[in-house]
């Protein structure tokens, strides 16, 4: 008996293992695949060539793997946050909130700076700011409702972690852990001390 239940728990891991293959994490009904992942590391690197970066502080290697991962994931979560919400963002809005930064950063010009040290490849750059519009309504929402910034602030926590959980966040062992609490993903624990010989 103990032998067939140990071969049912090795099919178990070996079917989980199997369905994160393909796939850097899923979210609920969504995959972020493996080669989406490395496409937006490897455009954010290359995007560093044409750019003074001695003064910035940038992610490489891991790192930065696990904090772009931790952005794709947070899009997904914020997006269905939105259709809960009946949040819609329009185009005009995009355009409008993208010629308000290149006031605040002295003009177009000076954007590849800005998404280098940012680690925003040039292609995201209207998904971060739909993510950020979308995050703008909601705290505009509970500031209607009467509450203040630190309330605000707790408020769109909670529910962006509820929505995480709802939506049930797996990471491909391969780059670490998704951290309720951070909302990040993070790197694996190490395996600890292990027992030897001595």
């Known amino acids: 008996m103990k032998r067939v239940l140990a071969l049912i728990l090795v099919s178990v891991v070996a079917l989980t293992g199997c369905s994160q293959v393909d796939s850097a994490a899923t979210i609920g009904d969504t995959k972020i695949a493996l080669s989406d992942l490395q496409s937006q590391v490897d455009l954010i690197v290359s995007e560093r060539d044409g750019v003074d970066?001695?003064?910035?502080?940038?992610?490489?290697?891991d790192a930065l793997t696990r904090s772009q991962l931790s952005y794709m994931i947070s899009n997904v979560i914020i997006e269905d946050l939105a259709k809960d919400q009946n949040i819609e963002i329009s185009t005009t809005e995009i355009e409008a909130y993208k010629a308000e930064i290149y006031a605040n950063i002295g003009g177009e010009e000076n954007l590849p700076n800005v998404l280098v040290s940012a680690a925003i490849p040039s292609t995201s750059l209207d998904d971060v700011l739909r993510r950020d519009l979308i995050l703008r309504k909601i705290s505009e929402k509970e500031a209607a409702a009467g509450s203040d910034d630190a309330a605000i602030n707790a408020a769109i926590q909670k529910l962006v972690t509820d929505k995480a959980n709802s939506l049930k966040v797996t990471v491909n062992p391969r780059y670490g852990n998704w951290d309720i609490n951070t909302l990040t993903v993070v790197a694996a624990e190490p395996t600890g001390d292990a027992v030897t010989d001595k």
């Open 53 to 61: 970066t001695t003064q910035m502080q940038l992610e490489d290697g």
